[in-house]
């Protein structure tokens, strides 16, 4: 299982209409805008699990945050605590205000939709993909590597190197299997449509 699907299995399949309720849109064009919003997402936290850095600094959040439950109960998506959640998310993966609104931007030109929609919810899908991940890294242990040894010891492990050495958590982010997220992140969307 990926990213994507993992999402979208989210409450029983019934994510997109959680989603598209707390902005307005309904099943199809959430689906769009989850397809033109998450490309960014996914590359964001690959970046992240490129450096020993910015792997420290994710599995932080991931073992101190309680990200699976937008996953697990994704009616909390709309919670204020959720919606501040996943701006603290969008800051770090992506960088700051001026970089989401750039993707809320090309998002809406891609797909026709109103980019305040968009804005609205690329907060709720950065909790959602955060809370993705966090399932995956708990499911292969690495989550309790932490757990008994602290993220220092989880990079030692890794070697230092933990971008390319995190198996399945890095392969969770690569739909196709091959190694590379780069044409992934460009076909996501297509997938949706």
């Not at 990200?67 to 992506?94: A, F, K, V």
């Not at 220092?152 to 070697?159: F, I, R, T, Y």
Request: aromatic residues 2%; negative net charge.
């Amino acid at each position: 299982m990926n990213i994507l699907n993992q999402i979208l299995g989210a409450g029983n399949g019934q994510v997109l209409d959680r989603l598209g309720g707390q902005v307005g849109l309904d099943r199809q064009q959430t689906q769009s805008a989850l397809g033109s919003l998450l490309p960014a997402l996914t590359g964001g936290i690959k970046r992240e699990m490129s450096n020993e850095e910015g792997l420290g600094s994710l599995l932080s959040a991931l073992g101190r945050g309680n990200h699976q439950r937008y996953i697990d109960e994704p009616e909390c998506l709309g919670d204020q605590s959720s919606i501040d959640d996943g701006n603290g998310i969008l800051g770090h993966i992506l960088g700051g205000k001026e970089q989401s609104r750039q993707v809320a931007a090309q998002a809406a030109q891609s797909t026709g939709l109103d980019i305040g929609a968009l804005k609205k919810m690329l907060p709720m899908i950065a909790g959602l993909a955060m809370g993705s991940v966090s399932k995956q890294a708990s499911s292969s242990g690495i989550l309790n590597q932490m757990q008994g040894g602290g993220i220092s010891d989880v990079l030692s492990k890794l070697g230092g190197n933990g971008g390319s050495q995190l198996g399945g958590l890095a392969s969770f982010l690569d739909f196709d299997g091959d190694g590379s997220i780069a044409d992934d992140v460009l076909g996501l969307a297509k997938k949706l449509f």
